[in-house]
């Protein structure tokens, strides 16, 4: 069975696609939903997906980066798979302490991690960030591709965009 097929298994027996009827965040409608954090949130599950994002990471990178929330625990587990450092990425400045968006190691060549990639915003915005501290970003792994854009607007900021599967391999499309 291939690592897309498993994956595929995996996503849909937790639950973590279902297919309906639903308004995403946006406000926009959508006959599938994607919640990552159902599967991840399964020892065995977090590790086949560390196991495969460890799998298909490019081997110049130091550290590893994601955004708050459903990135976090693939994060940590393809860090401790891959044994290298990585760094959590906040929607917003803290108001105090330090002011950072980030916490966590930053290296020189990082790999952003995120579980749902729909139009790309959220990666341009951590890679936004990363690039500022004077990071080196250009790939970003995600679990789930829906296919409605990221792919394209990633690569115009100069980011490979590498899915584990998209929502039309789960669909067997």
Do not use: C, W
Not at 119 to 132: C, K, M, N, P, Q
């Amino acid at each position: 069975m291939s690592k897309h097929v498993q994956i595929s298994e995996a996503l849909l027996s937790t639950g973590a696609v279902k297919f309906g009827d639903f308004t995403l965040t946006s406000g926009r409608k959508s006959d599938f939903y994607v919640d990552v954090k159902k599967a991840s949130s399964q020892p065995h599950i977090l590790s086949q997906l560390a196991s495969s994002f460890s799998t298909e990471a490019p081997q110049n990178i130091d550290t590893l980066a994601g955004l708050e929330l459903g990135a976090i625990p693939l994060l940590v587990a393809t860090s401790l798979k891959m044994k290298i450092p990585f760094a959590m990425i906040r929607k917003e400045a803290r108001k105090h302490g330090t002011n950072s968006r980030i916490e966590g190691a930053l290296g020189n060549k990082i790999l952003v991690i995120e579980d749902v990639a729909t139009t790309g915003g959220s990666i341009e915005d951590a890679v936004s960030v990363l690039r500022e501290e004077g990071s080196e970003v250009d790939t970003a792994l995600v679990v789930v591709d829906r296919e409605e854009g990221a792919k394209e607007r990633l690569s115009q900021i100069g980011v490979s965009l590498i899915s584990l599967v998209t929502i039309s391999e789960i669909r067997g499309e």
